[in-house]
């Protein structure tokens, strides 16, 4: 990628097991094969110090109380912030399953106030596009895996889903609601075509922060 071109910071975000992790790779082999330098990150980043303890909290093997998760799961994205503006001004568009949304979402949905949960967030590189993969809770219970984590409960879930229903109607301008339960391939020929034309355009543009 020429000089002064920025890459785009591209979330996936959505309940458990709405599709997030395979769209999110398929975008960023799809980005590879064109030549396009593309990474992929997710959130919890679990391998930093802090990242063990949200990983052993969300495994059942640490209690902590609700504000506190709260805090180290935005603590992790600070933790990497500086890398990530680095490698997007490097020209590296970042493909990442969750973020600060994430955040706001499961803890509100705790009970936790939807803006004190925002507001550590603030401050954080804004992502260029929220692909928001939405299901019915109820849909999610048939895939693989579901209830092995502390999360994965239908009335819990339900109630991530309304929160995220609510930040994307807050957050329109950037973010692009999808039916999770479209076929893998369609859904994902859609997010890569908004993705194809996101990246020239936001290519020559400054980052920005959540606010
Ligand atoms: P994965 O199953 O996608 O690894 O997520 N979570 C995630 C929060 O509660 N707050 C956050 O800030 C983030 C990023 C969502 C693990 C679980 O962690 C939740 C599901």
């Given amino acids: 990628m020429s000089a002064g071109k920025r ?3 591209i979330i996936f975000e959505g309940c458990d097991r709405s599709g997030k992790t ?3 790779r398929l975008l960023v082999e799809l980005l590879k094969s064109k030549g396009i330098p593309a990474l992929p990150m997710n959130f919890p980043e679990r391998s930093s110090s802090i990242g063990q303890v949200i990983n052993s909290y969300l495994t059942n093997s ?6 506190v998760i709260h805090l180290m799961f935005s603590a992790n994205r600070w933790e990497h912030m500086n890398q990530m503006k680095q490698k997007l001004l490097e020209g590296h568009t970042l493909v990442v399953d969750r973020y600060s949304f994430s955040g706001v979402a499961y803890s509100s949905a705790k009970g936790l ?3 004190w949960c925002y507001a550590p967030e603030r401050g954080l590189i804004k992502p260029d596009a929220v ?3 939405r299901a019915p809770p109820n849909d999610l219970t048939n895939r693989g895996q579901y209830g092995e984590e502390r999360y994965e409960k239908v009335e819990f879930q339900s109630r991530v889903a309304k929160v995220f229903d609510r930040l994307c109607a807050n957050e329109a301008s950037y973010w ?3 039916d999770a339960s479209q076929p893998v391939d369609e859904l994902h ?7 194809e034309e996101l990246l020239p355009t936001v290519a020559t543009q400054p980052l920005d922060t959540l606010s």
Wanted: aromatic residues 14%.
């Fill in 176 to 178: 692009h609601q999808f």
């Fill in 113 to 115: 106030d939807f803006d």
């Fill in 131 to 133: 692909f928001y993969l």
């Fill in 62 to 67: 640490k209690d902590l109380k609700d504000e």
């Fill in 189 to 195: 020929a859609r997010i890569a075509s908004i993705t």
């Fill in 22 to 24: 395979t769209q999110s």
């Fill in 7 to 9: 890459g785009a910071l």
